[in-house]
């Protein structure tokens, strides 16, 4: 069982919460153990649109300027709405920071500013136990080590497993994505006036090849509102807090 004095606060997920979080507490002289299941950081998605608090937090993370000169400024946009063959454009004007980011330069900027050793890839946490004795979470990794931490911080993403452990209640998820005759229906719905062929290889198609890739998922506000993202020394934080998709 390893077990380090240096590592009393561990992380679980590198995504942009748990570098973000690292960041944060390295900035603060605070180390901490960033644990990825991922055999290297996924940037997933090409680009991501920062706004003004987001830019607030990296100025705090002594990110903003490096980052600013590689993000694309967007001062204007239309949102495109597609009723059959009509297509509606709504216009809309930017007052404050926005700005189109690389993922990948997002998660490597924070990831380069961190101590070398700050990030494990390749560290599924399987489980985690509190040993009331002594106070230690135990978190169990996919190749069998058994790490101990004081703290610990959830930024496990949308389907969280520590979330779990801390009493939140599951997300709701879209009825649609469980089925799939009503994901062919949906999809068939909003196609419509699409050409013949493409409504037709919708039809046609096997239902197991359709899935819906974002599966929706909704947390009435209420529960945001009055549920508890602590429990002990258990945290959770990003989108294991709050999906935003
Ligand atoms: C299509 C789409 C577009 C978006 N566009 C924007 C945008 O323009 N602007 C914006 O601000 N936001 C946007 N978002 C939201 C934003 O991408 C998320 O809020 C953000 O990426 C969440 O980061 P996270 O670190 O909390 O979670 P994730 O990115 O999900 O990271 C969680 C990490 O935890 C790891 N993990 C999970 N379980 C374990 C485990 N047991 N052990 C070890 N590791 C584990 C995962 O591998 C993953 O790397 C968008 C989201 C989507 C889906």
Redesign the pocket.
């Known amino acids: 069982m390893e077990r380090s004095e240096d590592t009393k606060i561990v992380i ?8 973000s979080t690292a960041l944060a507490l390295h900035r603060k002289g605070i180390r901490s153990l960033v ?4 055999e290297k ?2 940037g ?2 090409a ?5 003004t608090n ?1 830019w607030r937090a990296l100025h705090h993370l002594a990110l903003a300027s490096s980052l600013r000169s590689t993000a694309l400024r967007i001062h204007r946009g239309k949102f495109i709405a597609l009723n059959g063959n009509e297509a509606k454009e709504i216009p809309f004007r930017v007052c404050e920071e926005f700005r ?1 980011l690389k ?1 990948i330069d997002l998660m490597e900027a924070m990831a380069n500013n961190l101590p070398v050793g700050t990030i494990r890839t390749a ?4 489980s985690i136990q509190f040993d009331s004795v002594t106070k230690y979470h135990h978190l169990l990794l996919s190749n069998g080590t058994v790490l101990q931490a004081k703290v610990v911080i959830g ?7 520590i979330g779990k452990m801390i009493g939140l209640k599951e997300t709701q998820h879209s009825m649609i994505s469980k089925d799939s005759k009503l994901v062919r229906q949906s999809l068939m719905e909003s196609m419509e006036g699409f050409p013949q062929d493409a409504m037709e290889m919708i039809e046609n198609c096997e239902l197991n090849s359709l899935h819906l890739t ?1 599966d929706l998922k909704y947390r009435p506000p209420l529960d945001l509102l009055l549920h508890k993202f602590r429990k002990g020394t258990l945290i959770i ?4 807090m709050h ?3």
């Open positions: 679980v997920g590198g995504g942009i919460c748990g570098l644990l990825e299941k991922s950081l996924r997933e998605g680009a991501i649109i920062v706004q987001g189109c993922r560290s599924h946490v399987l930024c496990d993403g949308v389907n969280s497993m974002t934080a990003g989108d294991a999906a935003t998709g």
